[in-house]
C-alpha cells in the first residue's frame, strides 16, 4: 500500500528502514540526533536507535567526512549529513582526494559505501551559504556517484539505493520540496538509481531537469500545453552518471530539447548534456540545445534569489526560441 508523506518524510523513513534492517549503517552530522536535523530530516532516528547508531558530530565537515571514510574502511555504511550545500566545502578535499580515489588507488580491492547527504538549491529565503547548488563540481570528479531525487517516492528508493551501494553517493536533496507530498509505496521494486524517468509524455520538446526543477518543468508544460503545445518532462534523478540513453530516446521523438537546472549555466550540467546531446543527435535536432539555470555570479540575497533562479517565464522563453527554429 501506498502512503502519502513529504519529501523530507521519505527520506526519514528510508534512514529508518536502512538503520532497522543493517547494524553496520550509522548516521552523522551536526545536530542530526537531538535536534533531529535543521530540517528535521532525521527527526526520531536517535531517540529509536541511540547515539551509537545516530552520532551527532562537532562543527567540523571535514573531520565528518574524513571519520565516515575511517568507518566505511572498517565495513559500516555510514550516511553523513552536510548541513547545507556551501558548508560542503571544507570536506572537499575529503571528498575528492580520498573518497572518490580510494577505490581506484586501491586496484578495487577497497569499497567506500558512504552516502553523503546534502540539501541543497535554492528557493526557501535563506542566507549567505544556504542555498547553493554545487553538483557539477562533484559530478566532474570520476569515483563519485551524483543523484537528486525529485519527489517522495525517489527520495525514499534512491536513498535505499545508495546506502546498498559500495560506491560513494553523493545525494542532493532539493530543500525547496522537502515538504511536496507525493505517494511512496515501500513495498515496490525500485528502477535502476542512474535511470531518468519520463514523467510527462510529449511530442513537440523535451525539457530535461532534476530535483527541485522538475516540478516547474512540469508546471511549464501545463503552461504550454495551454497554447497547444505537447512538451515532454524527464526527470534525470542521477547527474552522474547520466542516462544519455533516456534523453536520446526522448529527443528523437520531439527532436528539442531544453535543459532546467538551478546551478548556474556556465560549466554547468547542462553543458554537457548538450554537447552529448549534439553528438547524438545531430541529424534529428530542428533546434540548438537550451540551456536554463542560475546566472554566473556569487548566489544573491534572498530578496532577489527569484531573479537569480529558474522560473515559468526563463523556461518558457527558452521553450519559444526553440521551437522557433
Known amino acids: 500500500m501506498a502512503d502519502k508523506m513529504a519529501l523530507a518524510k521519505a527520506i526519514n523513513e528510508s534512514l529508518r528502514r536502512a538503520l532497522d534492517s543493517d547494524p553496520k549503517v550509522l548516521i552523522m552530522g551536526e545536530d542530526v540526533g537531538k535536534l533531529g536535523g535543521v530540517f528535521r530530516v532525521t527527526d526520531g532516528l536517535q531517540k529509536d536507535f541511540g547515539e551509537s547508531r545516530v552520532i551527532d558530530t562537532p562543527l567540523a565537515e571535514s573531520g565528518i567526512v574524513g571519520t565516515a571514510i575511517g568507518l566505511a574502511l572498517r565495513g559500516y555504511r555510514p550516511v553523513v549529513e552536510i548541513q547545507?550545500?556551501?558548508?560542503?566545502f571544507p570536506a572537499y578535499d575529503q571528498i575528492v582526494t580520498q573518497l572518490a580515489k580510494m577505490h581506484a588507488r586501491s586496484l578495487g580491492k577497497v569499497k567506500l559505501p558512504v552516502v553523503v547527504r546534502i540539501p541543497y538549491g535554492g528557493g526557501i529565503g535563506a542566507v549567505e551559504h544556504h542555498s547553493e547548488s554545487p553538483e557539477s563540481l562533484f559530478a566532474h570528479v570520476a569515483g563519485l556517484k551524483i543523484v537528486s531525487p525529485s519527489?517522495?517516492?525517489?527520495?525514499y528508493w534512491m536513498m535505499q539505493q545508495a546506502i546498498q551501494s559500495d560506491d560513494p553517493v553523493i545525494f542532493f536533496e532539493p530543500k525547496r520540496r522537502y515538504w511536496d507530498k507525493g505517494e511512496v509505496n515501500t513495498e515496490a521494486i525500485p528502477g535502476p538509481?542512474?535511470?531518468?524517468?519520463?514523467?510527462?509524455e510529449?511530442?513537440?520538446l523535451t525539457l530535461a531537469a532534476y530535483g527541485p526543477m522538475v516540478k516547474l518543468c512540469q508546471e511549464v508544460a501545463d503552461a504550454a500545453a495551454e497554447e497547444g503545445r505537447n512538451l515532454e518532462v524527464l526527470d534525470l534523478r542521477s547527474v552522474?552518471?547520466?542516462d544519455f540513453d533516456s534523453i536520446q530516446a526522448s529527443v528523437e521523438k520531439t527532436r528539442r530539447l531544453?535543459?532546467?537546472h538551478e546551478a548556474p549555466v556556465f560549466f554547468g550540467s547542462g553543458a554537457e548534456i548538450a554537447a552529448r546531446i549534439t553528438e547524438r543527435c545531430f541529424y534529428h535536432l530542428e533546434a540548438p540545445v537550451l540551456r536554463v539555470g542560475g546566472y554566473h555570479a556569487p548566489y544573491p540575497p534572498a530578496r532577489l534569489e527569484e531573479e537569480y533562479l529558474p522560473n515559468l517565464d526563463r523556461v518558457l522563453d527558452a521553450v519559444d526560441r526553440s521551437l522557433a527554429y
Not at 519527489?151 to 527520495?155: E, G, L, Q, V
Not at 542512474?194 to 510527462?200: E, G, L
Open 202 to 204: 510529449g511530442t513537440d
Open 240 to 242: 552522474s552518471p547520466i
Open 151 to 155: 519527489n517522495a517516492s525517489d527520495a
Open 258 to 260: 531544453v535543459v532546467v
Open 84 to 88: 547545507f550545500d556551501g558548508f560542503v
Open 193 to 200: 538509481l542512474h535511470k531518468a524517468q519520463v514523467v510527462r
